[in-house]
């Protein structure tokens, strides 16, 4: 059990998300349940199989270099805090990201 | 007048020859909208709506005025409204107002259709069943205590309930196409690239499509047309020719009905669908047996590599998703947590407190799938699965023309039945993702009710970019079986 | 510290070279990459991540690009696709950067440096691809404040292979490498407005024969200065250590000028796991050879190339052609200076000694210099003349630069035309002579030097106008 959290505690920071003491063994368990599901994908033999990782593949021209201006104050206003114009965060110290 | 039992070209008959107005027509769904708000249907219900039907009145509708003039229809709440609040069904965009409008909603915007609200739905489209939402979940008209699929539930039940003309949702792995065969409405998840994603929400972007809902084909053709079409700011969409769909089947399949090319249809082994219930399996049958007297020619078409396309369909999908979802972070927009010691735990806070369960969890499987040690053996290899599914489908189209198929194992399942089990919950989805993942169309369409009249639904799979054979198809069924179409789901509570 | 210890230790250099390419629009959207805008105001639902925004590719951004991955002799891949990188952190609004992993744009090129001893040497570019810029973080006592004008702005990322051994090296790559970008003009080069970016890595080891040591890296130097700097420290911090035994630490630092060493940033407790994976949103590019071959055909004359040409047509040393070539517009300048003048050395002194020394204590460009080529070509025409001696066209060229008056008649106003008459001069010469006996006898007696204070004060005595080559002959015919 403790081996499981470990499992939702990695990846939870990973993914900056929160999840309670008493929501980690529910989420543990949905996890592990799911990924046993997907152990069906060991029978699949992908041999020189290209991967599809888009759905619609054409050839295209591509958006000419032209300023086409927004109205910034429309993004500004949905800022929940803002500062002389700036999103505000908490100090960032160096290092940090991720 | 009978307005609910109308289709939009008659609707269009009607406002050009002054028998009704756009602004009675909206007031009439707004009210209606009012009246059935136990369904849940509704997040946002615009107030400006009978103002602006009232502005097209008095510029007046004239015969060669785009058909939509004045028709109301209803969106889901992940496409981007400018000025409208957009919730995806979450508490971290609860109040988030959109800084411009989604390049569907621009068309119909332009097109004169009335936008009457924004729809419930699963959070960030992730659900089979719209109970995954904020703000709370959507009923299911013909029977309350059951669900109304997901995760586009909420536009569904507006046009099933009779609560707009026609709406919109997006489908991912059947997200338009269950709560429409729950429903009974006609439906289609256009081939990957024919509508524009700019402006909707992403969930997972090698998958999502915005689908049409509709009571009948015509309608739905109408719905398809206007917001089709290649958009410079969405890269993936197609440039591929794109004609009016409605305009060919009222006047070319019209003319051509008796002589119409009878096709070959393909329908699965039966093995594959072993998971579907009786009352679905004979449903199919009827739908099978129908086709024949029409002259349509059956094959039996195996996709070897189906069994796995639920297990692909669900690395791929939190792998995008996971990424997709990263923006939400409180930091230029939407829901910031109260207190937070610093900035990591204003990202883990805002996000763990902003997103629900069902959210939560596919971030985590995503990020799981995507993490070093694990890409290849998950997200990797299920990219390359996705590869022999959609072979699976080219092969089969070298037999046949389309694909006939269930929606859904099931009819509408009671509120809570899966909610404890989400793999359960992604079993609903088993006849659906693997059109999604092939990136082909689908149309679906309504082909009766089992004995509690709940309703049933089918689909139809064409090649990639053949909508028009799976349109005409469908409008043939619609005349044979009128009954099957423009049903409005009664409440209790409803004298009519 | 024993000095022998200290050559133990071999340094293996490796640089990650970003460079922001000149296009109007930004990589995925069309917002302007104007600089210097007030915060938040070039930004649009793309590049500040809204919901349901998409990226859309810049053409003018890949053929940029292609350009450079051609200067650079790599070998480019017709199909290549961008790649999402996930990490959180404020100035990244989407929390992924788009940018390229597995299929990147071009592999294995190089570039070739010269070193202080004239040898030549080969530097690897393992790859060079596309990728937007993140946003701008600044810190206050409050809080760190975002900005996202830069969010988006179309990148290069130039990594080299770990082919530099000193300090030197790598700062004569970081310069080769600039050199070319501003050549092909898809970069503005300019180091304060953040267009070229540079992150440094180094390792020890003891020699050649052995495998590399544990890199460091440090991100973010962003002057030739501190590169030279930062490595110098680097390679000392990194001997002294193991010189101790102990080990080094796989982290990444940042280089302080303040205190002219680098230091650790917060240590992480694993290491970065950006879960790469294919960018749905945009398709794979799939450049076909017309597009490459348009590129090849806009290559201009590339540095090394002219260089040589230099040398060879020009007659100029390797030094001299090495400066003038450094910069395109000064090569440009210089080449139109001599097709006006002739005399490619003199015009190469001319620049280096003069033009290029206003240009770096004015801290401007050659683009602003006052004077067009015919200006500066006609004050040296009147040097090669003989009109004026070269002490005097130095102050002409100033009077010059100062108030915009050509040579001809800042020389007739002030009178300075040089007495080159050898009968004047002789009076002079003669007058000199006469006035310094006691230095004349030094000279007699074997003391030459003292020439240069006798052609010092006939100089003097004519204010300076008087053709020193004829003094100085007249002087030794005199007293010879």
Partial sequence: MKKDNELVDKIGELARLNIEDKEKPMFSEHLKEILDYMEVLNNVNVQNVEPMSHGCVEVRELRPDVVVPFDPTKIMTVAHKSNNNYFEVPNIIDGDEE | MEILGLSIPELARLLRDKKISSQELVSFYVDRIKKHKKLNAYITVLEDAVEIAREIDEKGIKNDDYILRGIPYSLKDNMLVDGVRTTCASKILENYIASYDSTIAKRLKDSGAVLLGKTNLDEFAMGSSSENSHFGPVHNPWNEACVAGGSSGGSAVSVSAGLAQFSYGTDTGGSVRLPASFNGLACLKPTYGRVSRYGIVAFASSLDQVGPMARNVEDLAIAYDVVSGHDTMDSTTSIKNKESLYEYLVKEIKDKENNFTKRTIGIPKESLMKGASKDVLSSLEESKKLLSKMGFNFVEVDFPNLQYALAVYYIIVTGEASSNLSRYDGIRYGYRAKDYPDLKHLYSSSRGEGFGDEVRRRIMLGTFVLSAGYYDAYFSKAAKVRTLIKQDFEKAFEKCDSILMPVSPSVAFKMGEKTKDPLEMYLSDIFTVSVNLAAVPSLGFPSGTDKEGLPIGMQLIGKHFDEKTLFSTAWMIQKQKPEWFNNIATTAKEKR | ?480
Avoid at chain 3, 272 to 289: A, I, M, S, V, W
Avoid at chain 3, 362 to 387: E, M, P
């Fill in chain 3, 1 to 480: 510290m024993d000095s022998e210890n200290k050559k133990d230790y071999k340094a293996v250099i490796g640089l990650e070279i970003h460079a922001q390419l000149s296009t109007k629009s930004k990589m995925f959207c069309a917002c302007s990459t104007f600089f210097g805008q007030k915060q938040n105001t070039n930004i649009c639902p793309v590049c500040s991540g809204q919901p349901g925004a998409l990226p859309s590719l810049n053409s003018k951004a890949v053929e940029y690009a292609v350009r450079a991955a051609l200067a650079f002799n790599c070998k480019i891949h017709k199909k290549n696709i961008f790649a999402r990188k996930n990490y959180f952190y404020p100035d990244l609004p989407k929390g992924y950067q788009i940018s390229q992993y597995e299929e990147p744009l071009a592999t294995e090129g190089w570039v070739e440096i010269v070193l202080k001893d004239g040898s030549k040497k080969r530097i690897g570019v393992t790859r060079l691809h596309m990728e937007e810029d993140a946003g701008k973080n600044t810190h206050n006592v409050d809080g760190s404040l975002v900005d996202l004008n830069r969010s988006g702005i179309p990148l290069i990322e130039i990594v080299s292979e770990p082919d530099m051994r000193t300090p030197e090296e790598a700062v004569s790559y970081f310069k080769k490498v600039r050199t070319i970008l501003e050549y092909l003009e898809v970069c503005d080069c300019n180091m304060e407005e953040g267009n070229l970016r540079c992150d440094i890595n180094v390792s020890l080891r003891k020699s050649e024969k052995d495998k590399f040591g544990t890199k460091v890296e440090i991100k973010n130097v962003n002057s030739f200065r501190f590169v030279e700097k930062t490595l110098f420290y680097e390679v000392e911090r990194q001997t002294k250590m193991l010189e101790n035994d102990e080990t080094i630490i796989q982290e990444t630092r940042l280089f302080d000028s303040s205190s002219g060493t680098t230091k650790s940033m917060r240590k992480k407790e694993e290491a970065h796991d950006y879960r790469y994976f294919p960018e749905p949103d945009l398709l794979p590019l799939n450049l076909n050879e017309a597009f490459i071959q348009k590129e090849k055909d806009l290559l201009p004359e590339l540095p090394d190339i002219k260089r040589d040409r230099f040398i060879k047509n020009y007659l100029l040393s390797f030094y001299d052609a090495d400066v003038l070539t450094s910069d395109k517009n000064i090569s440009e300048y210089y080449e139109s200076l001599v097709s006006y003048v002739g005399e490619p050395k003199i015009c190469s002194n001319w620049m280096q000694t003069e033009v290029l020394r206003v240009l770096n204590e004015q801290r401007s460009d050659i683009k602003a210099f006052k004077l067009d080529n015919k200006k500066l070509g006609d004050l040296i025409k009147h040097v090669i003349s003989g009109d004026i001696n070269q002490n005097t066209a130095k102050d002409v060229f100033n009077e010059m630069l100062s108030n915009g008056s050509s040579s001809e008649d800042i020389i007739d106003k002030k009178g300075l035309r040089q007495i080159s008459d050898s009968v004047a001069i002789e009076k002079i010469v003669d007058d000199v002579i006469s006035e310094s006996s006691a230095q004349v006898d030094q000279y007699k007696s074997g003391k030459t030097a003292v020439m240069g204070f006798l052609v010092g004060l006939v100089m003097k005595k004519s204010k300076g106008k008087a053709n020193p080559t004829i003094v100085t002959e007249l002087l030794k015919k005199k007293l010879d």
